[in-house]
Structures are given as structure tokens and as C-alpha cells.
């Protein structure tokens, strides 16, 4: 029998939605399992009666051989039992305590000699070396970080619950604690469920991915899988598909769909049969804009259109083309200036018809 998780639960608090989670999670040292959706989801909760401290009205999970919870047998196993490592959003750390207290905290049944190996290990595993004796307010975000997850690990956990790990922190140190992150949890070989509403966090640290939207789970797959092939409408909004428009399938022949989405004929990768009425799902970053008149590329699909609004992403921008429908492409700023792109300017946008993803419209 497969290592593994299941859940299966249902959680209610008044004046919202409950939240009820179906899903299997395979059990392998070092798989990530993210939890991804928008605030409120349900994501949280989630993660918290895994941990233990919400408490499901119905339902069971179950990890391993272990029963932590089954609310038709009247059992509910305490979070200290379920021997699980949880992270807060804000790191919760203990203001008053060293780095070392703070690592030290778990492991009180250790013999003092044993509790300062492990608290060496671990000072020198997450480079918090020298910053024994400082307290919380001494350092940086990313080393507040680095001294929650070693609490966390401390005791050896099962399993390790870290509920939004980056989002406390600048966005440069996001950036550069993402690789920091997935690196350690590989050397840690400790299965782990992380909640982010990232989806760059979510393709960097996840090996498995469950989408979360209005306390269900909707999807559960590899994040790249569910980033580029989102299994309905829902889930390609929740996963941010720019472009997601009505279409009906013309006709399908040779793996290759001809969709027409009012008066465009767009060429889509499909392996069988899934109309007549479709979702036309496309990321903005699959769209290449050129100049009108300039020579057509090998991609399938190419869509004369005029630039109706430009949105500044930083580095990026995002250019939503009229093309017979709404078309978002990011671009570089630099490119915007070298396609001459603007309000009211024609383009031509081409994708490849394997950036064309079709959902069945239920």
C-alpha cells in the first residue's frame, strides 16, 4: 500500500462557506504538497486542522498508518501526538527567547546534551551560525525565517506545516529565499505542505500542487501541470490564466482542434474529442506580439488585433490585445518602445497551438 495522506473533511464557521477537503497526498521524504488559492480560500484551515488546531465538524485524515482524526469514531488526536512541524505566517517566535531558546523550544524531553547537538545542527544547517545569543528583533526577515523553520524541524516532525512562508518578508528576499527554501527542505527529506497564494512560490518549492477555491479543492496535480492545463474555468481564473474565453469546436482532426471563438478561428493541441462548447484557456506569457506586416512564425495561430491597455508589472508588462476577443501578453518594458506599442496601435499575436489549452464548458 502507497505512502500517503488522505483527507477527506469538513469544516464550518458561521456566515461563510464550510470548507471541505478530498485529496491524497503521496507520503515521500522530500515531497512538497502546496495548498494554492486566493485569500480566504480555505487554504489556512486546511493546514491548521492537519495541524490540529481547527477542529473539522466531519470527516477523517488520515497519514501513514496514523489516524488523527475520525469524526464518526469519536477520534481526535492533539496536535502535540500528531508529532508535526507547523510554521506560522508571522513566524510566532518567542520575542523574549535567544535564536537558540527559540530552536531549543520543542526539544525539552532531550537530555541537555542531546538538546544542544541538536540546536548546533541546526544553527549550523540554516546558517544562523553566530546568532546564537540574538533575540527576535535583532534580525532580518529572512533570518526570523530561517530560525522559525529550525524550531520547526527541531524535533524531528513527521510532517512539516509551513502556512505562508514568504510572505513576511521584502520582496527581493522573497526572491532570494525561494531557491534558499526548496534547497533546505530537499536536504531536510521531510514531507511537507505548504499554503501560498504564489504561484511563482508554487512552481519553485512544490513537487504536488492542490488548487483551493471557495473552501473546495479543485484540482490536484504537478504545479506545472495545473498551471498549464487547468482542469476547468475555476481553476484556470484561481491559477491566473489571463485569457479565458468562450469557444466552439469547428473541427478536430489529426491531435489538432480548430476553435472558433466569435469570429476567430484559433488552432488548439487536442488529443480527443471534448466539445462542441469549450473554454479557450491561454497564458499571457505564451503570446508573442510583432509588427504588422512582419513575416509569420511556425506558431499555428496568428491574430491581428489593436493594444487596448497596458499594465505596468515592473520589469513586465501586460498588453491586452482586441483581437475579436480580450488577448493578454506580457512583454518586456523594452519591447513595448521597440513595437512601438501603445493605446490604439495594430499588432499581430502568435501562439503555438499547444499554448492553446481547451476545457469542456459543464
Known amino acids: 500500500m502507497a505512502a500517503e495522506m488522505i483527507v477527506n473533511m469538513t469544516k464550518t464557521f458561521p456566515g461563510r462557506p464550510p470548507i471541505r477537503a478530498d485529496f491524497r497526498f503521496p ?31 466531519q ?4 497519514y501513514l498508518s496514523r489516524t488523527w482524526l475520525d469524526t464518526a469514531a469519536n477520534m481526535r488526536i492533539a496536535p502535540q501526538d500528531r508529532h508535526i512541524g507547523y510554521m506560522a505566517q508571522d513566524y510566532a517566535l518567542f520575542p523574549t527567547y535567544t535564536v537558540a531558546g527559540n530552536i531549543a523550544y520543542g526539544l525539552g524531553d532531550l537530555p541537555a546534551g542531546d538538546r544542544n547537538k541538536r540546536v548546533d545542527e541546526l544553527l549550523e544547517l540554516f546558517q544562523l551560525r553566530g546568532l546564537e545569543t540574538a533575540k527576535p528583533r535583532e534580525l532580518s526577515g529572512g533570518q ?15 510532517l512539516l506545516l509551513l ?50 477555491s471557495g473552501g473546495a479543492v479543485l484540482q490536484v496535480g504537478t504545479p506545472q501541470d495545473v498551471f498549464s492545463r487547468p482542469a476547468d474555468a475555476e481553476v484556470a481564473r484561481v491559477v491566473g490564466v489571463e485569457t479565458v474565453v468562450r469557444g466552439m469546436l469547428a473541427d478536430l482532426r489529426e491531435g489538432l482542434a480548430t476553435v472558433q471563438v466569435g469570429d476567430v478561428s484559433l488552432t488548439a493541441v487536442a488529443a480527443e474529442a471534448i466539445g462542441p462548447e469549450v473554454f479557450v484557456c491561454i497564458r499571457a506569457e505564451d503570446i508573442t506580439l510583432e509588427p504588422v506586416g512582419s513575416g509569420e512564425t511556425s506558431a499555428r495561430n496568428h491574430l491581428r488585433g489593436v493594444v487596448r491597455s497596458i499594465t505596468s508589472l515592473g520589469a ?47
Open 316 to 362: 513586465l508588462a501586460k498588453v491586452t490585445v482586441d483581437c475579436g476577443f480580450p488577448l493578454a501578453a506580457l512583454v518586456t518594458r523594452s519591447a513595448l518602445g521597440e513595437l512601438n506599442l501603445g493605446i490604439g496601435a495594430p499588432v499581430k499575436a502568435a501562439c503555438k497551438a499547444g499554448s492553446v489549452h481547451l476545457i469542456p464548458r459543464r
Open 144 to 158: 526570523q525565517q530561517r530560525v522559525a523553520l529550525a524550531r520547526a524541524v527541531a524535533p524531528r516532525p513527521l
Open 27 to 57: 507520503v515521500e521524504a522530500a515531497t512538497v504538497l502546496i495548498l494554492f488559492g486566493p485569500s480566504g480560500s480555505g487554504k489556512t484551515t486546511i493546514l491548521r486542522s492537519l495541524a490540529g488546531l481547527e477542529w473539522p465538524e
Open 59 to 62: 470527516g477523517s485524515i488520515r
Open 163 to 212: 502556512d505562508e512562508p514568504l510572505s513576511a518578508l521584502d520582496a527581493p528576499t522573497r526572491l532570494q529565499l525561494r531557491g534558499e527554501l526548496r534547497s533546505l527542505l530537499k536536504q531536510l527529506a521531510l514531507p511537507s505542505v505548504i499554503v501560498t497564494h504564489d504561484w511563482a512560490e508554487a512552481l519553485t518549492l512544490g513537487d504536488i500542487m492542490a488548487v483551493v
